[in-house]
């Protein structure tokens, strides 16, 4: 069983900037994918991104492409998501979760969803 916390969530101003980290527990996290999800108050969990094991094929949404960056440190057992000119309506719940190797856009292909942290962009 893989264990996830995430953390570096937090509240910016819009245009500014978050790094969030989520940190895997288990030696056989380089082998798996990982995805970043997101969950506004009262809507839906949504895709935000994707990065296979090595690193090499990544994913994202239309709504965050060009803004935000997903990658991995497999020695440090951690995938980040970088996020860049950000929007208010980026404020959600930010989780990340592992799949054997899907990087597509249906959460319930992944597993083992970590707590999420919060992102507040302030307009």
């Known amino acids: 069983q893989v264990r996830l916390i995430e953390s570096g969530g937090g509240l910016v101003e819009a245009g500014g900037s978050l790094t969030l980290s989520c940190a895997a527990s288990?030696?056989?996290?380089?082998?798996?994918?990982m995805g970043w999800f997101r969950q506004a108050p009262g809507k839906e969990r949504d895709f935000v991104a994707a990065?296979?094991?090595?690193?090499?094929?990544?994913a994202y949404a239309a709504s965050v492409k060009g803004r935000f960056t997903i990658s991995r440190d497999n020695a440090k057992n951690t995938v980040y998501l970088q996020m860049n000119s950000l929007k208010p309506e980026d404020t959600a719940v930010y989780s990340c979760?592992?799949?054997?190797?899907?990087?597509?856009?249906?959460?319930?292909?992944?597993?083992?969803w970590g707590q999420g942290t919060q992102v507040t962009v302030s307009s």
């Open positions: 979760a592992y799949s054997a190797a899907y990087i597509g856009t249906d959460f319930r292909r992944y597993n083992s």
């Open positions: 288990g030696r056989t996290f380089s082998s798996y994918a």
């Open positions: 990065i296979d094991w090595s690193g090499g094929t990544t």
